[in-house]
């Protein structure tokens, strides 16, 4: 039903820059007819990016909010994300620091990429989106109107498979095939584990509801959201993690800045 | 009047920051290891400027007010970040005498984070939100 529609529209763009080139060149930089029904090509952000510009801000409280739900794993895996989660924030309230792959000039991956604090960028093409992150040129590609490659074909990669289908303004994406250390909040997760994605296209706003499903680590699937507020003079700034001071401390095995 | 809100949302900025290190942000590492506390003042004349990704890097010789000039390595944030707070690729040069107020490491020595520098035209640039406001002038 849903091929069928997107066919239709197809035909009907096809049929609309036939009879007039100029006026669907026009429709192409408004909508982008032939490259699903919603366009968001373009340069998108956190919607609260003061706190980048405005140090006397700080972080903004409503930024910060109440702290997210433990995910649902199941108990043994929930122990050990506790303990290393209370861990972690001892360490840092003692200004200790462990090393962390990012901090290496290892890329965050799928879906940390998506979140907060640096720029966005999608392109849109007839049969792929293609979104790219600031930060550390990170850059995933969906595939539209694919079927999903099993499980055991997903090779683990940072961004995973994604394959995705446009229902009106939403698009809906479903990644598998993530790096066992790749992971959102630090939730550990099987080969079988997929993220799907809603993400809801507006002219000036992009919502993306994600749910994390894993049947071996999970009790249950669990959701989170972000949000990007369109930028439209924000032209993407390289990045390539050039000169890299953070180092291990060989007496603590802590980062530390190189003198 | 807006000291005591800033004093009041350093609280809320440290503990974002420590909710950043355990969510799926972009950042490229956490500030904890320096120490927000305890700001010192340095002055000196830049030997070295790294306009680079992830941090930026200012390398000078000098130290605080009566103390021996000593080479100091200061972290920036990234040149995207800073871009939009008004800084330029060229804006500081080798030779530049300017006064920075950076806060230091925990461990000690001569590395720390720029939270404000005032160059030699006397303007005064900030090191974007995340670094923090400097605490002292």
């Keep these: ?259 | 009047m807006g000291i005591s809100i800033f004093r009041g949302l350093r609280g809320v900025a440290l503990a974002a920051v420590a909710l950043v290190v355990g969510a799926p942000a972009s950042a490229h590492h956490s500030f904890a290891m320096f120490d927000n506390e305890h700001q010192v003042k340095i002055t000196g004349t830049v030997a070295e400027f790294q306009w680079t990704n992830p941090h930026i890097y200012i390398a000078i010789n000098g130290g605080k007010a009566g103390e021996a000039a000593q080479k100091w390595t200061i972290e920036g944030a990234s040149p995207g970040i800073l871009n939009r707070v008004g800084w330029k690729f060229n804006m500081i040069k080798p030779g530049d005498k300017v006064v920075m107020i950076v806060a230091p490491m925990r461990s000690g020595g001569n590395s720390a984070l720029l939270k404000e520098i005032t160059l030699p035209s006397g303007k005064v640039m900030n090191n974007g939100g995340f670094a923090g406001p400097a605490l002292i002038h």
Excluded at chain 1, 2 to 21: F, H, N, Y
Excluded at chain 1, 74 to 101: F, Q, S, Y
Excluded at chain 1, 157 to 172: A, F, I, P, R
């Design chain 1, 1 to 259: 039903m849903i091929r069928l529609a997107l066919l239709a529209s197809s035909v009907l763009a096809l049929a609309a820059t036939a009879s007039s080139p100029a006026s669907a060149s026009q429709a192409d930089a408004k909508k982008g007819p032939t490259m699903g029904p919603a366009y968001f090509t373009g340069t998108w952000e956190d919607p609260m990016p003061r706190e980048i510009l405005r140090p006397e801000l700080g972080v903004l409280p409503e930024r910060a909010g109440p702290p997210p739900a433990d995910p649902p794993l199941k108990p043994e895996a929930l122990a050990e994300w506790k303990a290393a989660a209370r861990k972690n924030a001892e360490m840092l309230a003692k200004g200790e620091v462990p090393i962390t792959p990012n901090a290496l000039c290892q890329p965050p991956g799928f879906p940390g990429m998506m979140g907060p604090v640096f720029p966005i960028e999608v392109l849109q093409t007839p049969n792929q989106i293609t979104i790219t992150q600031e930060a550390f040129s990170q850059t995933r590609r969906i595939y539209l109107n694919e079927k999903q490659i099993a499980f055991e074909d997903a090779e683990p990669t940072y961004y995973g498979h994604s394959v995705g289908h446009w229902e009106g303004n939403v698009l809906y994406v479903n990644t598998v095939g993530l790096k066992d250390f790749i992971r959102n909040r630090n939730t550990p997760h099987s080969d079988q584990m997929s993220i799907d994605e809603k993400i809801t296209v507006a002219p000036e706003k992009v919502t993306i509801e994600f749910t994390q499903t894993d049947p071996v680590y999970l009790t249950r699937p669990f959701s989170w959201k972000v949000e990007w507020a369109k930028r439209h003079d924000y032209k993407m700034n390289e990045f390539v993690c050039e000169n890299n001071k953070i180092e291990v401390d060989p007496a603590t095995g802590l980062q530390r800045l190189s003198e």
